[in-house]
């Protein structure tokens, strides 16, 4: 997911592409917040707030990264809910979701928008 074009937003360095291995994430601090930024199999990269809401910790870059119906997604670590990589719906319970943040790649550099997306 990236910022629309024309918008004026400063990205925060995150790593280059090559350092996320494909259906992995890595924690990143964006903005003061903990930001869990994955890349898929096909090389999108998503970014999600790192807080599980369920576990109640900041795990969810190191959960398992997969799909689900043709939906990629994130399994928590800790107690296995899945959330949707594109909007951060769970998946398992549609009362919950976790906040979503631009995400885009220039020049094999990950960056990613400080601010979660309304």
């Given amino acids: 997911m990236s910022a629309p074009v024309g918008c ?3 990205y925060v360095v995150v ?3 090559d350092d996320i291995t494909p259906e992995s994430g890595v924690l990143a601090l964006v903005g003061g917040e903990a930001v869990a930024v994955f890349r898929t199999h096909d090389d999108q990269v998503h ?8 576990g109640r910790a900041c795990v969810l870059a190191r959960g398992i990264v997969g799909t689900r119906g043709g939906t990629p997604y994130v ?6 809910q899945g959330f949707d990589l594109h909007t951060g ?5 549609p009362e919950v979701r976790v906040p ?7 020049d094999g550099v990950v960056l990613v928008a400080p601010g979660a997306l309304p």
């Avoid at 970014?47 to 369920?54: Q, R, V």
């Avoid at 399994?75 to 296995?80: G, R």
Wanted: hydrophobic share 45%; proline share 6%.
């Fill in 8 to 10: 004026e937003t400063a």
């Fill in 47 to 54: 970014a999600l707030s790192a807080w599980d809401p369920f």
């Fill in 89 to 93: 719906q769970c998946l398992d319970d």
């Fill in 75 to 80: 399994a928590s670590p800790l107690l296995k």
């Fill in 15 to 17: 790593c280059r592409l």
């Fill in 100 to 106: 979503t943040y631009a995400v885009t790649v220039r």
